[in-house]
């Protein structure tokens, strides 16, 4: 993955932002979207989207407010959207084609070792100030503590669906197109860090409860 140089610890990516408003334009139309910027104090980004990085309160402000504007479960599609979305655009501009490649060349294990390495040494690109933290294996593990997505949230499920979108799109195309993300803890939970874990093949993963599973699969 290639990089333009880092950021202060407290910035992300501006994917953060900018995919977030693809996804509620697509789903919701202008109006909704608008109301949600507002709600987040972001107005200014409806007429022209951050191109460089972006702080990560206003990360965490877009996403606050895109729950407080919308259903669970509108709210759980339109940031799973986004992720897929920066999964998108990752691979069309950020992750060059031979590495693309020759991770579909490996074995799935390998591939997925590799990929996970590779996105760790990009982590401060989308934690920020968070710490990430990768735990090889099957299903593989990650785990964001201080995630900007829930800060100052809390929920009875997990809320990363973002990142769970991110994690889904690079692993069904660069690993194996049966990998499953999901998120399996989760701070707005109460738990010390959000966990993510990807798996391939016939293994199942665990969510948090049914009623992630089926905010994930909305």
Same mark, same amino acid.
């Not at 929920?155 to 660069?174: A, I, N």
């Not at 109460?190 to 905010?215: I, K, L, N, Y």
């Given at each position: ?15 953060? %932002?900018?995919?977030? %408003? ?7 139309? =202008? ?13 200014? +980004? ?17 996403? !606050? ?23 998108? +655009? ?28 590779? %996105? ?23 785990? %964001? ?17 973002? +990142? ?13 197109? !049966?990998?499953?993300?999901? =998120? ?28 992630? !599973? ?5």
């Amino acid at each position: 993955m290639s990089t333009h140089g880092k950021a202060p610890p407290s910035h992300v990516g501006p994917n953060a %932002i900018t995919q977030v %408003i693809a996804a509620l334009r697509h789903r919701h139309g =202008e109006p909704v979207c608008a109301k949600v910027l507002a709600q987040a104090s972001l107005v200014r +980004y409806a007429a022209e989207a951050p191109s460089a990085m972006v702080h990560e309160d206003e990360v965490g402000a877009l996403q !606050r407010a895109v729950r407080a504007e919308l259903p669970p479960g509108d709210a759980a599609a339109v940031l799973r959207e986004a992720g897929l979305r920066t999964g998108d +655009y990752l691979l069309a501009h950020r992750i060059p084609r031979f590495a693309q490649a020759g991770l579909r060349l490996l074995p799935a294990p390998l591939a997925a070792r590799a990929l996970i390495g590779a %996105i760790g040494g990009h982590a401060w690109t989308f934690a920020g100030s968070g710490t990430f933290r990768a735990m090889p294996g099957h299903p593989l593990a990650v785990e %964001i503590a201080g995630c900007p997505l829930v800060a100052g949230q809390s929920s009875h499920v997990p809320l990363c669906d973002m +990142y769970v979108g991110v994690f889904q799109r690079l692993f069904e195309v660069l690993v194996s197109p !049966r990998a499953q993300a999901v =998120e399996t803890a989760c701070a707005a939970m109460g738990a010390p860090a959000c966990r993510f874990e990807m798996s391939w093949g016939t293994q199942p993963v665990p969510v948090a409860d049914s009623a992630a !599973r089926d905010a994930l699969a909305g």
